[in-house]
């Protein structure tokens, strides 16, 4: 278990999270081949944060980074004028 002290996020190995969950370290690493268990990586490998773990019980599947959208402004798309039919 390692505390991150910048998001008070509490992180868990695959063999921390599978003593959590009362299953196998295999059980755990299929959940997260299903898109079942989020997880995030890590230096040392797949790592399982607290939040992963409350969506887990609550049901919720774990949203990709494709799911986020940035935020910024709307530019307007390029005007596209036709091509001119005579040569000059």
Do not use: C, W
């Amino acid at each position: 278990m390692y505390n991150n002290p910048r998001n008070n996020e509490v992180t868990y190995s695959l063999d921390e999270t599978a003593h959590l969950l009362n299953r196998s370290r295999a059980d755990v690493e299929g959940l997260i081949r299903q898109k079942r268990l989020g997880f995030e990586m890590s230096d040392y490998g797949p790592v399982v944060t607290s939040s992963h773990i409350a969506s887990f019980y609550l049901g919720e599947r774990p949203r990709s980074a494709s799911a986020y959208k940035p935020e910024g402004i709307n530019r307007k798309p390029r005007k596209r004028y036709p091509k001119a039919r005579t040569r000059r």
